[in-house]
Nanobody
Framework: QVQLVESGGGQVQTGGSLRLSCALSGRTFSNYAMGWFRQAPGKARELVAAINKNGFTRRYGDSVKGRFTISRDDAKSTLYLQMNSLIPEDTAVYYC??????????????????WGQGTQVTVSS
């Protein structure tokens, strides 16, 4: 059974940085394509970033391109999201997700099989 646990959220001022982590347990991490999504109050869940199984392909949502970086460390079974130049619009609950069903970077939330509980990121102006 796959479990995903996010950490690293918190409150930061505009222009600041945070690094989120997502630890996968229960299965072999390298067998999973991974993604980060976020959901703000009253808004739909949206893609932040996705990475394929071997880490060579990365995709980003338009609103975070150039500011956020997704990466993975298979030895540590951990997914990361480095968030720089944060703005208030980045305020949301951030979720990591995993799927073993494909080798590509997965952009659609419906294609993921496992989800973490989420971590809150709040950016103040």
């Amino acid at each position: 059974q796959v479990q995903l646990v996010e950490s690293g959220g918190g409150q930061v001022q505009t222009g600041g940085s945070l690094r989120l982590s997502c630890a996968l347990s229960g299965r072999t991490f390298s067998n999973y394509a991974m993604g980060w999504f976020r959901q703000a109050p009253g808004k739909a869940r949206e893609l932040v970033a996705a990475i394929n199984k071997n880490g060579f392909t990365r995709r980003y949502g338009d609103s975070v391109k150039g500011r956020f970086t997704i990466s993975r460390d298979d030895a540590k079974s951990t997914l990361y999201l480095q968030m720089n130049s944060l703005i208030p619009e980045d305020t949301a609950v951030y979720y990591c997700a995993a799927t073993p069903r494909t080798v590509v970077a997965v952009l659609e939330a419906s294609q993921y099989d496992y989800w973490g509980q989420g971590t809150q990121v709040t950016v103040s102006s």
